[in-house]
């Protein structure tokens, strides 16, 4: 992953619970709707194969990296399926120094100052402030005030109405899931209402 890329458009969608079956048309409608950043959250069945399958539909127009991660076994898993980077749900220690060490962008978890400070010291792209829906633009401000040089993506609860607000507060970068990606709709095979509500979401934040 190339983070100066993904800051071009820091935006990322979040595919958990996804089936097989469904994987090559959602992508395909991910890349239409003008999204360059996906996770594939590990805790999916078959993730790995679903990552490789985003892979290879996407055929590089896609930055593709693994979610949920929480063991280091799990992350090498995902990184020998094609995944370029790791998002993790909290700060944890051994995939954040080996994700340092070898050069793998990664977006801990965190939500307390410290939390996002300990994040953000073992070498962090971007802290991932989740749930931030519960806290809102207005949180993000307040970190920056000390934490001015820690990049903050905003995850949880993010919209056409407060993506906005988010970047004017103080995020980098803003991560969306359930929200876009709708059980109803995937199950219908819908991706035309997924690929719509992608592109209300960055035209709402340009």
Known sequence: MDIAEFKRLPVMGILRGVEQKVITALIEAIIESGLKTIEITMNTRNACGLIKEAARVSCG???IGAGTVLELATLKEALSSGATFCVTPVLVKEVSLYCQKNKIPIFPGALT??????????????????????????????????????????????????????????????????????????????????????????????
């Open 61 to 63: 127009r896609l930055t």
């Open 113 to 206: 100052p410290l939390e996002i400070y300990n994040a953000w010291s073992l070498g962090a792209a971007m802290v991932k402030v989740f749930p931030a829906k519960f806290f809102g633009p207005d949180y993000f401000k307040e970190i920056k005030g000390p934490f001015g040089d820690i990049e903050l993506l905003a995850c949880g609860g993010v919209n056409p109405h407060n993506i906005k607000e988010y970047f004017n507060k103080g995020a980098a970068a803003v991560a969306f899931g359930a929200s876009v990606f709708r059980k109803e709709w995937i199950q219908e095979n819908d991706f035309a209402s997924v690929a719509k509500c992608i592109k209300d979401l960055i035209s709402a934040m340009n």
